[in-house]
């Protein structure tokens, strides 16, 4: 079997397992003070859209930021996410050397902040920004653009796993929703690796699915 489809059935059973037995508390896509949430995964998987909806649960304390480094951000899709555009800070830095020190001095300014990490970023650096997010108690999210962050940097990490289409079976339909599968670990999880089911209908903020279960035949998944 190949290793693409071996993930795709471990996962599958993974879900199944956890059915019935394990439901993520509603808390874990709310940001809390000091702690660094990682986002781990390819483009594609809606983790920008999960970063926002993070952003979201904190603009009623105040401005929430995000640092650009591809240039991506539309900020429609952030308010699609709940991120009211009063609230939202954009900066964008491409620059390695000037990102640690960009990134610094929101988390001193707004009440949370979504990063996109720049490759080849030092662990010292990051280690550093993480102290300064936990002294200031700003919620702080990474999103390394490639590869993962240290280990254990992350009081919860998220690793995207599928991605799964609801509406277009059997190649024809109307796509209605994206449900997205992750890996949820760190201290948040207590030590262990559970995985979490995200709905995304694509108007409103994200939600965790309660009762996990592997796709049914018929969805479209990629």
């Known amino acids: 079997m190949p290793e693409g489809e071996a993930e795709t059935v471990a996962d599958a059973v993974r879900l199944e397992q956890f ?9 874990l896509l709310s940001l809390q003070p000091g702690r660094v949430t990682g986002l781990v995964g390819h483009p594609g998987f809606g983790l920008t ?31 699609e996410a709940g991120v009211s555009p009063e609230s939202l800070v954009v900066v964008r830095c491409d620059d390695p050397v000037r990102w640690a020190r960009v990134a610094a001095h929101l988390l001193e300014g707004v009440s949370a902040v979504y990063a996109e ?28 653009l490639q590869g993962d962050l240290p280990s254990g940097m992350a009081h919860l990490r998220l690793e995207a796993r599928r991605v799964i289409w609801e509406g277009a079976g059997y190649g024809h339909g109307r796509l209605t929703t994206r449900r997205l599968v992750f890996a949820a670990s760190g201290k948040a999880m207590r030590g262990m690796v559970r995985l979490i089911e995200v709905e995304d209908d694509g108007t409103n903020a994200m939600r965790l699915v309660s009762g996990l279960a592997a ?8």
Do not use: C, F, I
Request: charged share 20%; hydrophobic share 45%; net charge positive.
């Open 19 to 27: 059915k019935g037995n394990v439901v993520a508390p509603a808390e």
């Open 49 to 79: 859209r999960l970063g926002l909806t993070m952003l979201a649960s904190r603009e009623q304390l105040g401005p929430v930021a995000y640092l650009d480094v591809r240039g991506w951000l539309s900020p429609p899709a952030a308010w």
């Open 117 to 144: 990490v720049p490759t080849r970023m030092k662990p010292a650096q990051l280690h550093k920004l993480v102290a300064l997010a936990r002294n200031r108690k700003t919620p702080l999210v990474l999103r390394p």
């Open 215 to 222: 796709a049914p035949s018929g969805r479209a998944t990629g």
